[in-house]
DNA sequence: GTGACACCTGGAGCGCGCTCCAGGTCAAGG
DNA sequence: CCTTGACCTGGAGCGCGCTCCAGGTGTCAC
């Protein structure tokens, strides 16, 4: 007998707010969540394994949109795991383009700064 | 007398478009933009070099109120610069612990990746 | 002069990802 | 009994950052 979850310890746990996870629930980003006698929302511990997953998803930029097809293909089955490998490569690619021009743009923030720094000691100076 | 810059051709060397242009001047993020006999804008260079400033801004996340009170401090002169400074450097950091947050996620990422490849290697072998 | 074209203005609309609200149910504590 | 509090539902609303639209003007090539 797997010991269920209740809401608040998700939001606790997960770090998503309550309205987030019912949210996650109405697009069908979460399934599968049991309810109470009194119709409260009962989780399993995969529900929050899998909102590690989206957290993950989500936090590296992907669109909802992507992580419902992610979703869908991950109720496939072990049938539909190319699928979903194919997805997570071509995602974790966009996140090293993403951080890459990140680090690109955080170059030229540093360089700026620099040329602050330098002014205000030329100032400092005369 | 330095050469101006119609909309089209900013458009083109900014990589923001004409819309966004409009807008950010509307907000105040692009000021004393001249005017051509007929009401079309003329750009300068320093505009175009301030657009640069602010894609590096935009992309690394900044939200557009910071970028005006960048915009703002920027038109205080050098009087402003130590505001600016620090503006610079607590956003650098904001980026810094965002690409550290990314990397991180990237690799739960790769992990989940290796697990998919595993798995689907194991099944085609048996 | 007649298109085509680049641009203008003010203002409405959009897509995303939540977030909030009204009105209600149930369970436990005092 | 009555209150408090955690939770429910369907649906409206919001903040951000643009993006689009209607209706108009000036310029140029034919």
């Known amino acids: 007998m797997t010991q269920t ?4 310890q998700v939001v606790e746990r997960s770090g998503f707010s309550l309205d987030t996870l019912r949210y996650y629930e109405r697009i069908g980003l979460l399934d599968g969540i049991g309810r109470s006698a009194s119709g409260h929302r009962r989780f ?16 590296t930029g992907m669109p909802i949109a992507e992580m419902c ?10 049938r539909t795991m190319a699928e979903r490998l194919a997805l997570l490569t071509a995602h974790e ?22 040329w602050y720094r330098e002014q205000l000691a030329d100032t400092d100076q005369s």
């Open 5 to 8: 979850l209740s809401p608040a």
């Open 44 to 59: 399993s511990q995969d529900h929050l394994e899998w909102l590690g997953v989206l957290r993950c998803l989500r936090d």
């Open 69 to 78: 097809r992610y979703a869908e293909s991950a109720r496939g089955g072990s």
């Open 93 to 114: 690619e966009r996140v090293e383009r993403h951080i890459a021009e990140l680090r690109a743009q955080q170059d030229h923030l540093r360089e700026k700064i620099a």
